[in-house]
Structures are given as C-alpha cells and as structure tokens.
C-alpha cells in the first residue's frame, strides 16, 4: 500500500512539476514575446525617428537652395543696373552663381534618394528656368546702357522671380510629400515654408524700385502696385508665423529671432523702402544706387534666413533627442523582460495569476495609445493594488493624448482660416484652387478679386482697430451675398477672393455689381463712435484653362477698377 501510495505521490509530484515547468515555459514564453513588442516598438520609433531626420536634412537642403536663388537676384540687379558692369559686380554675380549652382548638385543628391522620378523632372524644370533667366540678365547687362530700359531691366528682374518660383513649387511638393510620411516635423515644415514664402515677397517688394532706381527715373504705378501688393502679402505671411506650435513654445531663442526679423526687416528694412518710394515718386532724384540699395535691403533679410535656420536646427535636435530615447527605452526594455523572466522561474503562479495578465493588458493599452485607439475596458478587481498607478497613468496619457489631437486638429483648422475675418486663408485657398485644377473645374470656374478702396487711409486715419473691423465687415457682408457653396478668401490685408463655380462671366459680374452696391450702400458705423463710408474696387475674370491664367485675368480687370476711380466693377475682356 505504501508502495502504491509513495508512486502516486511521485506521479502527482510529477504532474505538478510538469505542470510548474508548462507554466513556466508559457510565462517564459509570454514575457519575451512581451519584451519583442515593446523592443520592436522602440526600435520602431528609433527607425522613424532617424528617418525623420534625414528626411528634414534633405528638406533643409531644398530650403538652402530656394534661398541661394532668391539670393542670387540682388547681384543679378546690380549687373543689369550698372552702364557698364565693373569686374567686383562681375565677380559677384559669379560667386553666388557658383553658390546657386553647389546647392543644386546637393538638391539632386537630396531628390536622388527618393524613387519618385516626379521630383528629379521638377528639379530639372526648375532648372531650366533658372538658365533662361541667367541668360536675360546675361543679354541685359551686355546691352549698352543706353539701350536699357525700364522694361528690359523688369524682364530680367521677372526671370529671376520665375526661376525662384519654380523651385519653391518643387519645396511645396516636397513639404506635403514629407508631412504625410512624418507627422511631428509639421511646425518645422510649416515654419520653414511661411518664413520661405515671406523671404520671397521680401525680396518681390524691394525689386519693384530696382529698375526706377538703375535709371533714376520716377517710379511707375505698376511698381508701385506690386510693391503695396507685396507688403500685404508679407503682412499675412508674417501672421502665420504667430501661429503656436510646440517649437516656438519651447525654445525662447527662436522668439528672439523672430523678434530680430521683426526689427530689422519689417521695422528698419521696409522703412528703408518707404525713404526710397518716397524720392521715387517726384523727380526721380534717388539718394542711393541700386547697388547700395540692394546692400542695405538684403542686410535687413539675414535674419529671416537665421530664423528658418533655427526653426530647423530646433526640430533636429527634438528629433535626435527622440531617436537616442527610443534606442535607450529598447535597451530598457529588454533588460526589464530578461529579469522578469529570471524572477517568473521562481515565482511563475504568482506573475501567471497576478502579474502577467495585467502586464499584457498594460502592453496592449499602450498600442492602443500608439495606434491612437483609446485603451478597452478591463478588470481592475483581478489586479494586484501595486498595478493601480499603472493604469491611472495610461489613462492619464490616454486623456492627454486626446487633447493633444484635439489640439492637432484645431491648429490644423487655423492653419486654413484667417484670423480675423473667420474666412479661408490663402493657403486653403489654394487647397481649393488644387482641387479645382485636379478635377478639371478651372475652366468653369469664375474669380473675383476685391480690394477695398483707400484701406490704409481708414488704418491711418482711425487706427488698426478700425481696419479690422472694416475687414470683417466687408468679410460678412460678402459671405451673405453668394451662394454656400462659393469659397470666400482673404487673399491679403486688404485684398479678398471668390470663387464661383458652373457659372458665366455675366453671372459673376453681376455677384460683383451686386457686392459693390452693398458695401457702399451706406457708410459703416465704427466702434468709436465715428463712420466711414467703404467701398471697394472688383475684377472678375472667367474662361481661363489655368489657375495663373484665371488670376491674372481678375487681377488686370481688377488693376482696370482702381485706375479708372475705384469703387467699380471691371470684367476681363480680352485685350
């Protein structure tokens, strides 16, 4: 009997062994494809991280090159300005040539490590444009001095801006390319493509006097026109790069600069200009030449230039200091499992009933939270109380993260709606123009440019607060004079769009007509207690096959409005 008691026992004994080492084997199991998980997971995010940063390096090359162009303008100017080009503005010209030119071969390194062919044909559009535009200033320069005119002298000045224009589409393309791959560089991207754009139209508004000033004759209206144009258009971007983002917030060092930039350009810089158009609009008698002017304009663009620098530099680091965390978190990670796995030899009915369990269900929260799925319910009771923390901390994450996209989604929204008027920004705007071209709309579609009359006169005669509320209103007024389905812009400070889609040029006229009378129906009331009677200038533009076609149309109808006395409508008519 005790025989047979004692081989029982050891058979029990057996079993449960056997059973222990199963358990055993299972909680082994379990905890190292745990520990894969969570390692994979950082290495992914190690991954990302790298390539995030390769991608902004190559991004930042695109924006280098963009702004050797850009650049290169200012020598270009001068050689065309100068009678007879002196060997230091030849010497000059051919540097930043040559700058341009380095910057190119790195642009095609950059684009050559992305398999989309599309970019290398837009590179090589890109520079093909430039080409042209080096051999008309070429042309111009060697021309005789008396055989330059006011003309010729914008036809180089227009080259140089087209070749500037091609490749900062080739930069657009390639920031919504790399937003949609990578999320977190968006306030880098987005504040290296406004400071991008304000760069340009910078240099835009400072080349309308080039050529008055390279002939020392009087400034034309167009000039001026282009000049007003492009400071409102600097007025908008520069509000754009108020917009809050987590760069701007955690580094006090870009405020700075963005503060210097301020300064230097908007207050010293467009002073300047103002000096300049001021003598420009009498006799033509010019303080300085073009190439004086354009040493002291430039100066004041560097710290724009610092600016997108450090905007870049900043989302570098953050990056580096994510991938070096994600690296380090993997290495944690797996030392935290392998000793998890030495104590569960030990101690397996303890981590399979009480420890395991709420460890997988801790992992599968936290990809819930990767994969931005809010954790699933669980069974809090079945828990030991040492994992309570850790779960009021994921849900913690969990209701942070939430207002994290929430806050996403916001930012996102005021990246495509003007602040002040609460209508589509240009940006949005040109998501609808996008649009538009892509499903083959723009030869149905109508646009009508509105520039309110006298707007800086208001501005300086009742003060800025006054300005906006003349914007507003006008921004109401004409959002209750179209259809829903029409799309409402602001396309600068004083400057709206509508677009107005299945319908005719006389249907569009007539919209306009319509909004002229309304806004000079009867003067507004201002919240000081004054009025002011508003009223505003209209083209109309329709049957264009493109979208520069279509705006160029509106914008001569438009130009027609103001010269023949404001307060009107002019449709395009062809000529």
């Given amino acids: 009997m005790s025989v047979a008691t004692d081989h029982e026992g050891a058979l029990a004994a057996l079993r449960i062994e056997r059973r222990f080492r199963l358990a055993a084997g299972i909680a082994i199991a379990c905890l190292f494809v745990l520990g894969v998980a969570l390692t994979a997971q950082s290495h992914q995010r190690f991954r990302r991280a790298a390539s995030s940063i390769l991608d902004l390096k190559d991004f930042r090359v695109l924006l280098d090159v963009a702004n050797r162009i850009a650049a290169e303008s200012s020598p270009a100017h001068n050689a065309m300005a100068e009678p007879v080009p002196t060997a230091e503005v030849r010497a000059a010209l051919d540097q930043v040539r040559a700058h341009v030119d380095k910057g190119l071969a790195h642009a095609r390194d950059a684009i050559d490590r992305d398999p989309h062919e599309g970019w290398r044909i837009s590179l090589r559009a890109a520079e093909t444009d430039l080409a042209v535009a080096r051999r008309l200033v070429d042309e111009i320069r060697a021309a005789p001095a008396d055989t330059r005119t006011l003309a010729s002298i914008e036809v180089g000045i227009q080259g140089m801006f087209r070749a500037g224009d091609s490749f900062r589409d080739l930069v657009r393309h390639r920031a919504s390319h790399l937003l949609q791959a990578h999320e977190d560089l968006f306030p880098a991207i987005f504040m290296g493509m406004a400071l991008l754009e304000f760069r340009d139209h910078a240099g835009r508004s400072a080349a309308s006097l080039v050529g008055p000033l390279a002939l020392r004759q009087p400034i034309p209206l167009q000039n001026l026109a282009a000049l007003r144009r492009a400071e409102g258009r600097l007025a908008g971007l520069w509000n754009l790069t108020e917009v809050p983002n987590a760069l701007l917030d955690s580094q006090p060092g870009l405020r700075r600069l963005r503060q210097e930039t301020e300064q230097k350009f908007l207050g010293e810089g467009l002073a300047f ?105 669980r069974d809090a009771a079945s828990y030991a109380r040492e ?148 009223t505003a200038s209209f083209g109309v533009g329709s049957d264009a096959a493109t979208w520069e076609d279509l705006l160029e149309r509106a914008d001569s109808a438009l130009y027609r409005s103001k010269n023949e006395g404001r307060n009107r409508v002019r449709v395009w008519s062809g000529s």
């Fill in 273 to 377: 200009v103002g000096a300049i158009v001021d003598e420009g609009r009498g006799s033509g008698e010019y303080s300085v030449d073009v190439t004086e002017y354009t040493r002291r304009i430039v100066e004041t663009f560097q710290p724009i230039l610092r600016l997108q620098g450090a905007t870049i530099d900043a989302a570098e680091a953050k990056l580096a200091r994510k991938r070096d965390l994600a690296l380090l978190m993997a290495g944690l990670t797996m030392s935290v499992v392998l000793g998890l796995v030495i104590v569960a030899v030990g101690a397996i009915l303890y981590v399979q009933r009480r420890l395991l369990k709420p460890l997988i269900q801790a992992r599968d929260d936290v990809v819930a939270l990767a994969h931005e799925r809010s954790p699933a319910g």
């Fill in 387 to 534: 994992f309570s923390d850790l779960f009021d901390a994921i849900d913690v994450l969990d209701a942070h993260l939430q207002e994290r996209r929430a806050m996403t989604r916001e930012l996102r929204r005021a990246a495509l709606v003007d602040g002040l008027t609460g209508l589509m920004n240009r940006r949005a705007l040109e998501d609808e123009i996008a649009r538009l071209a892509k499903a083959d709309l723009i030869g149905k579609t109508c646009l009508i440019l509105i520039d309110v009359d006298n707007f800086k006169t208001i501005n300086d005669r009742f003060g800025h607060a006054a300005g906006d509320q003349v914007a507003r209103w006008v921004a109401v007024q004409i959002r209750s004079r179209v259809r829903a389905s029409d799309k409402v812009a602001r396309f600068g400070g004083d400057e709206f769009a509508v677009l107005i889609g299945d319908a005719s040029l006389a249907d569009a006229a007539a919209v306009a007509e319509d909004l002229c009378r309304t806004l000079s129906a009867a003067p507004l009331d201002l919240s000081g207690g004054q009025e002011v009677r508003v």
